[in-house]
């Protein structure tokens, strides 16, 4: 019975061989199309190599370039105490005040300023009766 | 011609390690048709899928990414990379199109994906394709190999890397599912 089934089995396989067998596209057709595609890798290649190079390049630029990039606590110790002098500060013009010059601002500074009303207000005083519990 | 190419194929104890291009383009072409077979098994017999698992499969050779090594024959070897390459493509397969399901599809809609191109079976043969793919996997690929290759089952052990007796089991398991599932197919 198992000898005769594997015959049975080696023969339907060998029938689905020969159909899929033509079936087969020719080995031109495919190994055309592998080496088409095999110059992809060869791209990535110097695409990756290219963009390397230009990271050393730039690091080296910053390092080397006569500019000096100081970091903005140290920017600010070097200025003295004047740098943060409140009265210069608020003297000197910014370049953006001109913005502020309209209409609505110079009536808003027009105004007069309106002060905080006082409440006085009377709170009544009570008298509270003398606890006596702890006499009982 | 076939007889030509043939005979100026090395054989496998001429074979050194490293294969010229030519050479491996010759062995290639003289295994093409078995290769192409195998691609087929390899991925439930979906023919474009295949041809672009055997061309991947191809291009890994060319390129150098695969190399023959000589520690089994050629068309072991061979058969090795395109099962390695038709797994890692199922694979990618089944995880794009899970990912696109849960990003893309709502869970109401239905899904009605296309049925894969496959190639036009006698009778006798569809009905061994269908009993087939209702196996598991690694049974399928050893019947395959033994029956439809005639390999051995420590070859088809070498192609499939798993052990001999492993290979052993999935072939008498095979044989007695496929032998229950042509039977069922013969009752209908």
Known sequence: ?136 | MAETQVELLPSVDQISRTLSRSEIELLLEQYHQDSFTWALACCRRNFDLAQDILQMSYVKILDGSAQFEARSSFRTWLFGVIRRTAVQTMRNLVVREKLLRTLFIRRNEPVNPEPPASLEYSLKSEKLVRALLKLSTKQCAVLQLVFYHDMTIEEAALVMKISLGSARTHYARGKKNLAERLKDRNNE
Do not use: C
């Not at chain 1, 067998?21 to 080995?27: E, G, H, I």
């Open chain 1, 1 to 136: 019975m198992n000898k005769l089934f594997e015959d049975k089995l080696a023969s339907d396989f060998s029938r689905l061989r020969d159909e899929e067998r033509q079936a087969a596209p020719s080995y031109r057709n495919i190994s055309r199309a592998s080496s088409g595609s095999l110059p992809r890798r060869g791209v990535w290649r110097p695409a990756s190599l290219a963009l390397v190079v230009s990271v050393i390049l730039i690091t080296a630029i910053i390092l080397m370039s006569p500019i000096s990039f100081e970091r903005t606590d140290d920017f600010a110790s070097n200025q003295g105490d004047d740098f943060l002098d409140l009265e210069t500060m608020l003297v000197k013009e910014m370049p953006t005040d001109f913005l502020l010059e309209t209409l609505w601002y110079q009536l808003a500074d027009m105004s007069p300023e309106i002060s905080t009303p006082e409440f006085n207000y009377d709170v009544p005083l009570y008298e509270y009766p003398e606890d006596q519990s702890h006499e009982l």
